[in-house]
């Protein structure tokens, strides 16, 4: 009886002692924010398209934030660009932002025609949608769910001679 009261008093303090260590691994600083800022064409050949993503990633905290990654799924209207995953390592310091590109490979092909319609008008804003996973910390792991939606205008990456 006396054992059995003693391991009952040992699991329960083990419990109630572990649960504390729940609250070292939550933080209340806010989340990091990924914005897509623009998307480069490198090259178009009729079956591959070759882009570079550029991507800012704002660190609102008062500490460093080490990026990991990007899992990532982007679409321009309702054409889907590219998707992925990047192991771009990164640190932002605190109340900063940093900057980073992905490549990409895609075959836009079968949609065509929507992108030649999307990009009639350069100076038409196009909407985008990026919808992720933001790999984050160092040791521990802090996956940020990414969902964002905005608008890029093609004209302002289009060189003046070739509007």
Not at 5 to 12: A, I, N, Y
Not at 96 to 103: D, E, H, L
Not at 132 to 149: A, H, P, W, Y
């Amino acid at each position: 009886m006396v054992i059995r009261l003693r391991t009952h008093s040992l699991l329960l303090a083990l419990m109630l002692g572990l649960s504390g260590c729940t609250s070292w691994f939550t933080d209340d600083a806010p989340s990091p924010q990924i914005h897509l800022v623009k998307v480069e064409l490198v090259r178009a050949k009729l079956l591959e398209q070759k882009f570079k993503l550029h991507f800012r990633v704002d660190n609102q905290s008062d500490s460093d934030l080490t990026v990991r990654g990007l899992i990532y799924r982007i679409s321009l209207a309702d054409v889907q660009l590219a998707e992925g995953e990047s192991n771009e390592w990164l640190t932002v310091p605190p109340h900063s932002r940093a900057f980073f590109k992905i490549s990409v490979r895609t075959n836009l092909w079968p949609q065509v025609r929507q992108i030649a319609e999307l990009l009639k008008n350069p100076e038409r804003p196009i909407p985008y949608r990026l919808d992720g996973e933001l790999k984050t910390g160092l040791f521990i792991g802090n996956d940020v769910q990414v969902m964002r939606s905005g608008e890029i205008i093609p004209g302002d990456f289009i060189p003046e001679q070739h509007r």
